[in-house]
Nanobody
């Protein structure tokens, strides 16, 4: 199974983007679906997470109230709605799915927020 992330681009501060991460097939036994980001010169870090069971969510403090993670089970897709974007949100965004002790990573999608 491969993950394909899309939806990145260039946006002005205050704007919105919606990232998508589609799996090429059904992944069984999902523990969590996650979005990470890596800014230039920085370590990749977790941005948001949604559990496979009850779809409870977690957000890093810097994006709380602005980003929303969701999933569409039928489409094998996880989304990240990003509103009120700030220049410091500029990064390559990666999706990850944890299932059965295996981590599936998507290739990143670049988000650039101009001031």
């Amino acid at each position: 199974v491969q993950l394909q992330a899309s939806g990145g681009g260039l946006v002005q501060a205050g704007g919105s983007l919606r990232l998508s991460c589609a799996a090429s097939g059904t992944i069984y036994g999902i523990t969590t679906l996650e979005w990470y980001r890596q800014a230039p010169g920085k370590v990749r870090g977790l941005v948001a997470q949604i559990t496979g069971g009850d779809s409870s969510t977690y957000y890093v403090d810097s994006v709380k109230g602005r980003f929303t993670i969701s999933r569409d089970v039928a489409k094998n897709t996880v989304y990240l709605q990003m509103n009120s974007l700030k220049p410091e949100d500029t990064a390559v965004y990666y999706c990850r799915i944890l299932a059965g002790g295996v981590a599936y990573w998507g290739k990143g999608t670049l988000v650039t927020v101009s001031s």
